[in-house]
């Protein structure tokens, strides 16, 4: 367990033999090197380090502002959507899928997707709702998410009325910005993404924080859990910093043909939470034809389809688990006078959590026999303290473990050539030089390698 009593702890015995604890001591200078440049901010992506101090970006009046925002919305309505892409929705996603009951204020996500049909679904089920809009973008004029507010925001007129605007939250740019100039003429209610967080590193900010309070998560706990494990991963010593021997292992894992990481989870709940650890580790370390790939399965659901792979197939992986320790429900398996299934010696013995705890000792073991090398990081329940301190945790290591590698974690340059690619063929002003060329190149391609039933 971190200092100070931080929830989160990572043990690394089934590393061995690929990584032993003394290669993996021998990383100190290179780790101490390296946080020193993060928490210095001396190393690339120096711009963007707001997110190492939790309780700087989010200060106390900003929480209660948010909270109260957060009650008022859940009286006068009973879906939020929520309008981003990426690092704008996954980190709240995250947190809801987890942490919510159910039963509670229903959340929804829109422009994280240009399809027809789940614009059409969404559109349709929101016509005889009290619903509100959280529009999350620095810009306002990221294409995904601008077309679903268009779209949200002229059926909240039109339902709603002159009451639409105060059903409108915009999370922007503090100072600038298409959507920050929109908010301003509209008079929607704002709240601000430091200049200094990129998105994927945003979820202790408004941008996270509103959409995980509307849903009725203690907002409050989770940064609490951050900050602990902030204060928790200021000491450099792998010794004592569970994110720093993550960040280590990897890269040696890596150095030695393990190209693929998979976020293993045995509980359902987690799945988002994998959906943003995949978009953090990959826009942050995938550039220069470099970085592990991250990959995520869900168990005992993909033992039975990915399964055999992992066991038997390429050893170019490694694993990192995430359990919860306790807090489950204690669903008992009866007994059965026939027996059919072979189950008795279990029944009023054995909950349903005993036998998925026993799974993932045993899958671990079972993938550590295949040449499966993996991590577990152990929370005591799905909670928000320790859920936050998770996330920070995943987010240091990730800063580390980019600067290790040898990379900027902190920007995505690869991500704007399909925007660039997009807005010409759709004639987007501005892109006229580039329609031509990118024109021609598709045209060049397109049918001429087709095979058809």
């Known amino acids: 367990m971190m200092a100070g009593q931080v929830p989160v702890s990572l043990e690394y015995s089934y590393l061995l033999p690929d990584v032993e604890p003394e290669e993996l001591a021998s990383w100190q200078p290179a780790v101490t090197l390296m946080h020193e440049r993060l928490e210095g901010g001396t190393g690339p992506g120096s711009a963007f380090l707001g997110w190492l101090d939790p309780a700087a ?25 929520v309008v981003g892409i990426g690092g704008s929705y996954l980190g709240a996603r995250a947190v809801i899928e987890a942490l919510a009951a159910p039963g509670g204020p229903t959340v929804l996500y829109a422009g994280q997707t240009l399809s027809a049909e789940y614009t059409d679904w969404l ?24 077309v679903a507010f268009r779209l949200l925001r002229d059926l909240l007129r039109r339902q709603a009325g002159a009451e639409a605007n105060e059903r409108i939250i915009a999370t922007t740019d503090p100072d600038r910005g298409a959507l920050r100039g929109v908010a301003t003429k509209e008079g929607y209610q704002t709240f601000p993404i430091p200049a200094n967080v990129g998105g994927r590193y945003s979820v202790f900010t408004a941008v996270g924080l509103l959409p995980i309070a509307y849903a009725g998560v203690d907002a409050a706990a989770l940064l ?26 990897r890269n040696l894992l890596y150095r030695k043909g393990k190209s693929i990481e998979l976020l293993a989870t045995f509980e359902p709940r987690l799945h988002y939470l994998a959906e943003w650890w995949k978009q953090l580790y990959g826009e942050s370390e995938g550039k220069r034809q470099m970085g592990i790939f991250p990959a995520s399965v869900e168990f005992t659901t993909d033992l039975h389809s990915m399964g055999q792979w992992i066991q038997e197939g390429r050893r170019d992986i490694f694993e990192t688990f995430v359990t919860i320790a306790g807090g489950q429900p204690a669903v008992m398996i009866p007994g059965d006078p026939d027996d059919a299934d072979g189950l008795n010696f279990l029944a009023g013995k054995k909950s349903v959590d005993d036998v998925n705890r026993r799974a993932c000792a045993g899958t671990i073991l079972a993938h550590r026999q295949g040449g499966v090398p993996s ?17 920070y945790c995943f987010e240091k290591a990730c ?48 049918g001429k390698h087709v095979v058809t039933f």
């Not at 809009?133 to 620095?138: L, M, P, R």
């Not at 980019?402 to 974690?409: D, F, H, K």
Request: charged residues 15%; glycine residues 6%; neutral net charge.
């Open 123 to 146: 559109l349709t089920y929101l016509k005889d709702k009290r619903f509100c809009i959280n529009v999350v973008s620095k810009s306002g004029t990221t294409t995904e998410p601008a």
């Open 224 to 249: 609490d859990g951050a900050t602990a494990c902030a204060a928790a991963c200021r000491t450099p010593d792998l010794a004592k910093n569970p994110a720093y021997v993550y960040a280590a292992a």
């Open 57 to 81: 970006i989010m200060p106390a009046e900003q929480l209660a502002a948010i909270q109260a925002t957060a009650a008022r919305l859940r009286e006068a309505t009973e879906v939020m959507v």
């Open 399 to 446: 800063g580390v473990s980019g600067y290790l590698l040898g990379v900027n974690p902190f920007d995505q340059p690869g991500v704007e050539q399909y925007k660039t690619n997009m807005f010409a063929l759709m004639h987007k002003p501005g892109f006229e030089t580039e329609s031509a060329a990118v024109l021609a190149a598709v045209q060049e391609r397109q």
């Open 375 to 391: 991590m577990t990081i152990t929370l005591p329940a799905l909670a928000p303290r320790p859920l936050g301190a998770l996330l």
